[in-house]
Structures are given as C-alpha cells and as structure tokens.
C-alpha cells in the first residue's frame, strides 16, 4: 500500500464533524508501507467490519499494489460492504481492485496514469482527472490526488463550506516546484524515469 492513498483522504475526512475514520485490514496492527518505510495501524479486520457508510480503498506500486485481488475474502468483503455503501472510492491503483471485484464496469473513473490500460481492460472507462465521480464511485488518480478527491468527498458528506474549512485546517495550498505532476506535462523521458524509480523502491 501506497501510505499516503490512504492517510491524505484519512486526514481530510477525519476533520468533518461526527465522522469516524478507521483503517482497516485483513488483521489488526501494523501494516508497512509499498517503499518498506513507515507504516499505519490496520484498527480492525475486515471480519469485523459489516457495514460502512464510506469505503476507501488504497492503492500501491508494484506487485503488491494488486496482490489484494487475488485474495477471495478480501475481494469478497469489498463486494458485500459496497452492497450498501453510501460512497465507495478508491485513490490511485485502488480503482483496479474495484473494478477487479466488478464494480467499475462501464463507469468512468481514473487511477494512476501507467495503470489505464489494465482499468479500461477490466471493463472500466478512463477518465484523466484527478478525481471523477460515477454515481456513488469516486476515484482518483495516483497517490498526492487522493487529498483532492479526501475534500471532494468532503463537500459531499458535509458542504462546501466545511471542505473548504478542512482544506485551510490542512493547509493544502499546493505550489510544487515543478510542473511535472502529470504524464502529459512531463513527457516520455520523465514518464521512464518516474516508472523506474518506483520500481527501484520496492526493492
């Protein structure tokens, strides 16, 4: 798992007024990060958990970015707690877990920008932004676009004027040294690059 995928939404949403934000894995305790540096505390198991207004599912380089998916109970505890979700969502490579389990089927919805083609194969149709809404689906692109989507969700959940609060609490005013934050703006080269230093990180 990508850390940040879920800590960016985790700190937005845990801002809103009377909601509960929990992490939750196949067990409790702690589950270590995609670089093998840092960690979050899974809270609860996915056997303990029936029911849940909101789901949010994180993404990850690597193989273990997508291991989830070959993991029936796991699959099948997303399946059931979608059945009655108010929102499920996803940030980066979380959207092919979900459209793994069979729930992007013909709806747009983004992901990170090398993994579109295996979204769009699972039946999904790619959108480029950094979070697009399908009905109660909302995804967003990779890992840093998670925080985006974590107020989105917030305007929804509340209103605008409490997202717009949780974004000042944050501070999140983004003025990245670079303009290189999306394939099309960094091009072929920097795109080799970024794959490889992913890559390089999970060794």
Do not use: N
Not at 104 to 115: E, I, K, P, V
Not at 131 to 136: A, E, L
């Amino acid at each position: 798992m990508t850390l940040l995928d879920a800590v960016g939404p985790a700190e937005v949403l845990s801002r809103l007024p009377g909601v509960s934000v929990s992490f939750i894995g196949r067990r409790r305790g702690v589950v270590r990060g995609d670089t093998g540096h840092g960690a979050v505390i899974a809270d609860l198991r996915i056997d303990d958990v029936d029911r849940l207004d909101v789901l949010l599912v994180p993404g990850g380089s690597g193989a273990g970015g997508t291991a989830v998916v070959s993991h029936e109970p796991t699959m099948r505890w997303i399946r059931h707690i979608d059945a009655t979700s108010t929102w499920t969502t996803s940030v980066c490579t979380g959207s092919l877990i979900l459209a793994y389990a069979g729930l992007l089927q013909g709806l747009r919805a983004t992901t990170y920008w090398s993994a579109k083609d295996v979204l769009t194969a699972k039946g999904a149709i790619y959108v480029p932004g950094r979070w697009v809404r399908s009905g109660k689906y909302v995804t967003a692109a990779g890992v840093s676009a998670g925080i985006d989507m974590g107020l989105f969700l917030a305007s929804l959940l509340a209103d605008e004027v409490t997202a717009q609060a949780c974004q000042l609490a944050l501070e999140y005013d983004p003025e990245p040294p670079f303009d290189t934050g999306s394939p099309d703006k960094a091009g072929p080269e920097l795109q080799r690059l970024a794959l490889r230093l992913l890559e390089q990180s999970q060794r």
